[in-house]
């Protein structure tokens, strides 16, 4: 619980201080010059969190690419689920990993509270961060600490791409950047990563897992051996797909707006504000 709590706070410490001297006067320096205080706010939240899940992803994989259980390392989806719940000495290497993680998330919980009270997924996010916090948490305890580093490792490639796609695409005054094919293949490439990682992978995981555990009674509801953590792990992991595929949708939805009318609205940060009879797109 200390490491947790001194966590979030490093967490929120290192945003203040690199925003501060970093990330605001870079976004000042990139961004439109008419850029309201919220859109720069948004700016730095995204270089902030690019540079955090870069450092995240490089630690998980790391502790994937050494355990023997591991996807990357044996092609082998099975070995997430089989032997559950998993040597207890095992969740040694993850331990700081995952609390880190539980620390990001509770982090991101008070951000998202002060940057992205604008957005039309703001209750949905807010969820996100706690369901995420809570799942990691329970994945701990109850020795599921393959199938979080797992997830997290696969969450996290799909945000470095999507965080870098929106400061590219932010940079209004680096013309090398406002290039609409640049803006139409970074959608695109996220559109991809997103649907292989978090709704492929992550729907297969969940699959596997009821295929896997499902004959061990563990989440059978009601049964004599039904384990009540192992039930929340994987109705929570179900909801938090859920999660990844509603925004998967939007994504898509945005794809097929660039395609036929050659614009990238971002249907959950942008919305539509009437002056002089026209629409025009205004970041939130």
Known sequence: ALFVVGGTIGFLSIRYVLIRLIFH?????????????????????Y???????IFLWIWGFKIMIESDWSFFKTWDIDLIWKGYPHPAPEKLICKYFMMTQVSWYIHGFFESLVVDAGRSDFVLMVIHHVLASVLLCGAYWGNAHR??????????ISDIFLYLSKMIQKSARIPALQNKFLHGYLIWQ????????????????????LQIIGPLGLITPFGKDMDLLSMYLIVSLGCFWIMQLFWGIGLAKMCYTQMSAGIIHDIFHDQKHSHNGDDKHKGN
Not at 197 to 206: C, E, K, N, Q, S
């Open 190 to 209: 996220l559109l991809v990563v997103w649907w292989c990682t978090r709704i492929g992978f992550l729907g297969l995981m969940v699959l596997r897992c």
């Open 47 to 53: 270089a902030w969190h690019m540079l955090a899940y």
């Open 147 to 156: 199938v979080a580093v797992t997830v997290c490792v696969e969450q996290d």
């Open 25 to 45: 006067p870079l976004a000042v320096a990139v961004m439109d010059k008419n850029s309201s205080k919220k859109e720069l706010a948004k700016f730095t939240k």
